[in-house]
């Protein structure tokens, strides 16, 4: 079955401290990942992507992912954190669906970001 | 959000009532999507659309339809509501979701649903 697991449901730093939120995923393809920001009562925003190109993806706002495929990883991280950082963040695969793909979202991580 | 936008933001209504959302694109992507947020289940795909009067039921559609008369609009309609449809409902639009493509989705900025 195709799956995404986060394996935290909350997260909380210190700003300028590191950041690392934890994705894994089960997928019978080559999926491809993504990392969503929900900042309160905001929608969703598109952070960085994972195509079957680079490993190591760049996004928006200082984040980066590392597509491991050995350990079914998708993991976030940002070297340091700010308090605009606080949010809601999902890991999502998409995965083949007939002719179709579909969206497979997990429960998402709480960041919390302490002065 | 640029190119996709919601109606209403906000409703309350009343049990047994229906109630249409509104998602309207100018992007003029050929799919979209109707999902609702609800605490401890994420985000869950409710209907969505891959083309004009093309439509398909995702994992939570039961006591909802949708309709698609134009490619610029997705319409979702709740029959008759009930309190255990009050959430918040978010529309998505993307370019393709062919076999071998795989872009992101860009989402409205969501409806907060209260069924009393």
């Known amino acids: 079955a195709q799956s995404v697991t986060q394996l935290d449901s909350h997260v909380s730093v210190s700003e300028g401290t590191p950041v690392l939120l934890r994705c894994n995923y089960s997928?019978?393809?080559?999926?491809?990942l993504f990392w969503y920001v929900q900042h309160p009562n905001k929608g969703l925003q598109l952070l960085l992507k994972?195509?079957?190109?680079a490993t190591l993806v760049k996004g928006i706002n200082g984040f980066e992912a590392e597509f491991k495929k050995s350990e079914t990883s998708f993991h976030l991280t940002k070297p340091s954190a700010h308090m605009s950082d606080a949010a809601e963040y999902f890991c999502?695969?998409?995965?083949?669906?007939?002719?179709?793909?579909?969206?497979?979202w997990g429960l998402g991580t709480s960041l919390a970001v302490n002065p | 959000d640029a190119g996709i936008t919601q109606s209403p933001r906000h409703k309350v209504t009343e049990t047994g009532t229906p109630v249409t959302l509104r998602c309207h694109q100018t992007?003029?992507?050929?799919?979209m999507y109707w999902y609702r947020q609800d605490p401890g289940h994420g985000l869950r795909l409710i209907h969505y659309?891959?083309?004009?009067?093309?439509?398909d039921k995702g994992e939570v559609s039961d006591g909802y339809s949708v309709s698609r008369s134009k490619t610029e609009d997705f319409l979702l309609t709740l029959e008759s509501a009930t309190s255990s449809q009050t959430s918040v409902y978010f529309c998505?639009?993307?370019?393709?979701?062919?076999?071998?493509?795989?872009?992101?989705?860009?989402f409205g900025s969501g409806t907060r649903l209260t069924v009393v």
């Open positions: 997928s019978s393809y080559s999926p491809s």
């Open positions: 998505a639009i993307s370019e393709s979701t062919g076999a071998t493509s795989s872009g992101g989705y860009t």
């Open positions: 994972y195509t079957s190109a």
């Open positions: 659309s891959y083309g004009v009067k093309d439509t």
């Open positions: 999502v695969v998409s995965v083949r669906a007939g002719n179709n793909r579909k969206l497979i």
């Open positions: 992007e003029n992507h050929r799919y």
